[in-house]
């Protein structure tokens, strides 16, 4: 599977549980759609992913990458119900940055 850089590093970040190696994978004013909720611009988005980190300590493993629509499929495993699940990360990357992401199952 080939995935581009920039979710190489958020998927390692992610199972390191480094939201700040995390939250570097994306852009200033990125957005993250999650759960029902909208988080803007990097401190916010550190802040979601280290209360994620904290809450359900979950794990990501790349199943799928679509290079066209760049989506990454991942089985995502932790202490939630239904773990684990397969989910969908929708991404749009922008100069190497990640400026929107929204994950659906």
């Known amino acids: 599977?080939?995935?581009?850089?920039?979710?190489?590093?958020?998927?390692?970040?992610k199972n390191n549980f480094d939201s700040t190696?995390?939250?570097e994978c994306f852009?200033?004013?990125?957005v993250v759609?999650?759960?029902?909720?909208t988080h803007?611009?990097?401190?916010?988005?550190?802040?979601?992913i280290d209360n994620a980190n904290k809450e359900y300590q979950d794990t990501m493993e790349p199943v799928d990458y679509d290079e066209k629509e760049e989506?990454?499929?991942a089985k995502v495993t932790g202490s939630?119900?239904?773990s684990p699940l397969i989910l969908k990360?929708?991404?749009?990357?922008?100069?190497?940055?990640?400026?929107?992401?929204k994950v659906t199952e």
């Open 89 to 101: 990360f929708h991404f749009k990357i922008v100069e190497g940055k990640i400026q929107n992401l």
């Open 21 to 23: 190696a995390f939250a």
């Open 40 to 48: 803007t611009g990097r401190k916010e988005i550190e802040q979601w």
């Open 1 to 13: 599977m080939n995935l581009p850089n920039v979710i190489q590093e958020l998927v390692k970040a």
């Open 27 to 30: 852009a200033e004013t990125a």
């Open 71 to 73: 989506i990454l499929s």
């Open 80 to 82: 939630f119900p239904g």
């Open 33 to 37: 759609f999650d759960e029902g909720k």
